[in-house]
Nanobody
Framework: QLQLVESGGGLVQAGGPLRLACAAS????????MGWFRQAPGKEREFVAA????????NYADSVKGRFTISTDNAKNTGYLQMASLKPEDTAVYYC????????????WGQGTQVTVSS
């Protein structure tokens, strides 16, 4: 069983940076994909970014492209979402998730971490 724990959320002013971390444990991660999702109040959860756990093939939602960077540190079994130029509309609960590469759906989820961007 794979466990995911997010950290790094908080309150930040618009235009500022923030880095989220996702600590993974419970199994080896070869062949897994890590993703970041977010859910704002009253809205559906949306995809933010994903990357192969090996660090390859990062991809992003259009709304964050050029501002957010997803990465992994295999030695630490930790994934990251570096966020820059934050906007109030980035305010949401951010979740990390994982799936085996051939699965369509993410089947492992963290508990979420709140990011609030003030204007």
């Amino acid at each position: 069983q794979l466990q995911l724990v997010e950290s790094g959320g908080g309150l930040v002013q618009a235009g500022g940076p923030l880095r989220l971390a996702c600590a993974a444990s419970g199994r080896t991660f070869s062949g897994y994909v890590m993703g970041w999702f977010r859910q704002a109040p009253g809205k559906e959860r949306e995809f933010v970014a994903a990357i192969n756990w090996s660090g390859g093939n990062p991809n992003y939602a259009d709304s964050v492209k050029g501002r957010f960077t997803i990465s992994t540190d295999n030695a630490k079994n930790t994934g990251y979402l570096q966020m820059a130029s934050l906007k109030p509309e980035d305010t949401a609960v951010y979740y990390c998730a994982a799936k085996y590469f051939w699965n369509n759906d993410y089947n492992y989820w963290g508990q979420g971490t709140q990011v609030t961007v003030s204007s």
